[in-house]
Structures are given as structure tokens and as C-alpha cells.
């Protein structure tokens, strides 16, 4: 497990340092273009994240062929995987661009939103290459191949870092576009690594003779039909924290940037259980494929124990040094001040964010993907979701409010999935 979830949890936190990356460097821009940034990317995250969601059936098809020792099998899902990418791609630009008129129906500032829309609309031309990126990645981790999605993943921050170096600034001859060259740089690196493992797979495919391209479309339904749901899971987390975000923007400049820094800060100690969540889906597909139950048990528990140490970790580190954190990212010491607080309570939930993340990996690997969907469903949109909004403008907490509603949300689903998993688990090795 930890050979394997090592570099899946190594390839997640390269993944969020561009986005950290992204955050640093429109400090100078402001707390506005921070916030406007912040937003647009919490915005499009459920949205891009949803549709990538559909494919991760691959996880569940792949790693039990795999398991079995069907490569055959196995590649046939690459091959519907990359058309189900390809039928998703319109669908995804059609929805985002939609979306821009929501938010600023929504009342954000009107500064905010004028740096908004071009950013927004320069990530939706990096949307082919993250859903082409997710199906190689998938049927690579699948198969137990993971050092070019690693190498893909950190190699594009250096990529990232460039582009935002010479779009944002104007530097080796590039216009100065502020914080619409950061969208521009993240897509430039999307595109990078989706080319990386398309070369990765082709490398791994040689000599294994032809790989017929055409759609079998009860595959592709097959897919769909495990993806739905885990598409619904993200989608219904992501929504909540998109949500919240323009919440966040209704308040003031300074609790936008305070809550956006925050979301960054927690959603990248979340990278790690969510590269242990992929090698649980892996590990546990496979030994159900070899038909090894108690393996299958064993491999979801060992990953539970490797996130909620690393979980509870970093649930130290926020609450010992919050403003140190917060500095790292801004010098404003209002944002500080304010996001200081909203640290502390993230590190109340971190435990619970990693179970629930690393239960849906295992549960995934078992084919389950609804648990997580209902689990999701009712923490955050039954629970979560009404308790931020009460206490944030009913009883005037603002941010704070926020994130004590966000904390319970996430209680309740790390808590029952756990009880999920350990029914299934005890239920597969009987």
C-alpha cells in the first residue's frame, strides 16, 4: 500500500501546489484578484472535478482485470474511458460557460467578477486535456504503473510556475495579463500532462499487439453507470464548497480571500488521503479481481490507517501555527487575522476529511460507488451546507460561521462511511 500510495499521494499534493502556486503569485495583485482567482477556481473545481468523476469506474474495471490477468480487458476500458472523455468534453464547456451569469447573479463584487470572467473562460480551454489526463491516469495507476503520473504531475508545476511567471507579470516578452495569464498558464500545463502519459501509455502498450479503437458501448455504460455516482459524491461535496465560496464573496473582500486561502491550505493536506483513496481503489479492485478477499479487507484497512495518521498530523500543524500558514500566502494582515481562525477549524475536521476520502477509494474498489454518493449527500447538503448558511448570516458569524458548518459535514460523512466500509469489509472476508 504505501509503495504504491507514496507517489499517488506525491502526484496529488504536486497537482494542488499549482493551485497554491496560482495563489502566491496573484498576491501582488490584491486581495481582490486573490479572491476572484479563489473563487473561480473553487467554482470550476466541482464542475471540472464531477466530470472527471465519471471516468474513475475505470478504477473499479481496471484494477479487477488487472487483478485476474486480463490485460486485454483491461485496455478495452482505456479505450472507452478515452471515448467517454471525448463525449464529456462539450458537455463540461457547455455547463461552466453557464455558470458564469449564476455567479454573477449571485451578488459578488463587481470588482471580484470583472477578474473573474476572463479567468474562468481561459480554463475551459484546458478541459479536453484534464479529461483525456484523468482516463490515462486511471488505467495507469490501474495497472500499477504510477511513476509517469508522478513525473507528468510535478513537471507540469514547473511548466505552471513559468507561465505564470510570464503571463501574470509580462516577463520574456509575454503581455502582462494579470490574473487571467494564471488561467492560461494552468491550461498551457494541463495540456503538457495529458501529452505525458498519452506518451507514457503508448510506451506501456508497445508490443502487445494492436489496440482496436472503436466504442463498445455496453462498456461505456458499464462505466457510466459506476461513474454516475462518484461523479454525484464529487459533485455534491464540490458544490457545497463552491457554494460556500460565494457566501464567502457576499461578505467582503477580506473574508473571500481569508476563505480562499483557507480552502487552499485544507484541500492540500487533503491531496495526501486522496492519493492513499486511489491506491485503495487499486489495491482493493485487484485483490478482488484475484478473488482474495480478506486481501481485498486487509489492503482498505491499511490505507484508513495511513490517512488518518497523516490526517492528524496535519490537524496539529494548523492548529499550532495558523497565522504562520496564512503568511505564507499573503502579507495583508486582516486576511490573517481572519483566516487564522478559519485554520483552526479546519484542523477540528481533518481526520474525518481523510476517512471519508480513503473509505470511497476502498468502497470504489469493491464497485461500490453509491455509499459514498448518499454519505456525501446527506453531510453535506442535509447538515453542512444549512448550518453554514444559518450561522454566517442568521446569527452574523460570517466566514467563522462557514466553516463550523463545513466542519460538521464532514463529521458526519467520514463517520459513516467508516461504518460503511467496515460492514462491507467484514461482509467480503466471510
Known sequence: MVRLAAPLALAELSWMTMGIVDTVMAGPLGAAAVGAGSLASTVSYPLAVGA?????????????????????????????????????????????????????????????????????????????????????????????????????????????????????????????????????????????????????????????????????????????????????????????????????????????????????VVATTYMAPLGISSAAAVRVGQAVGRRDAHGAATAGWAALLLSSLFMCAAAVALWSAPRFVMGRFIADAAVIGVGAGLLRLGAVFELFDGLQATATGALRGLGDTRSPMIAHMAGYWVVGLPTSYWLCFRAGWGARGIWVGLTAALVVAGAALLVVWGKRAAATSS
Open 52 to 264: 472527471t468523476g465519471v471516468l474513475l469506474g475505470m478504477d473499479t474495471l481496471v484494477a479487477q482485470s488487472f487483478g485476474a490477468k486480463d490485460p486485454q480487458d483491461c485496455r478495452l476500458t482505456l479505450v472507452n474511458g478515452l471515448w467517454l472523455a471525448a463525449g464529456l468534453t462539450p458537455l463540461l464547456i457547455a455547463v461552466m460557460l453557464a455558470v458564469i451569469p449564476l455567479v454573477s447573479a449571485s451578488g459578488v463584487d463587481a470588482h471580484v467578477m470583472e477578474l473573474f470572467r476572463p479567468f474562468f473562460r481561459a480554463l475551459l480551454w484546458g478541459i479536453p486535456a484534464l479529461l483525456f489526463f484523468t482516463a490515462f491516469r486511471r488505467y495507469l495507476q490501474a495497472v500499477d504503473v504510477v511513476r509517469p503520473v508522478t513525473f507528468g504531475i510535478i513537471s507540469a508545476n514547473i511548466i505552471n510556475l513559468a507561465g505564470n511567471y510570464a503571463l501574470m507579470y509580462g516577463h520574456w516578452g509575454a503581455p502582462a495579463m494579470g490574473l487571467e495569464g494564471s488561467a492560461w498558464s494552468t491550461t498551457i500545463a494541463r495540456w503538457y500532462m495529458a501529452l505525458v502519459l498519452m506518451v507514457a501509455v503508448v510506451r506501456s502498450e508497445r508490443g502487445k499487439g494492436r489496440l482496436g479503437w472503436s466504442a463498445e458501448w455496453r462498456r461505456v455504460r458499464r462505466l457510466v453507470g459506476l461513474g454516475l455516482p462518484a461523479a454525484g459524491q464529487i459533485g455534491f461535496e464540490g458544490a457545497v464548497w463552491a457554494i460556500v465560496s460565494v457566501m464567502a464573496a457576499k461578505l467582503d473582500a477580506v473574508s473571500l480571500a481569508a476563505h480562499g486561502i483557507t480552502c487552499q
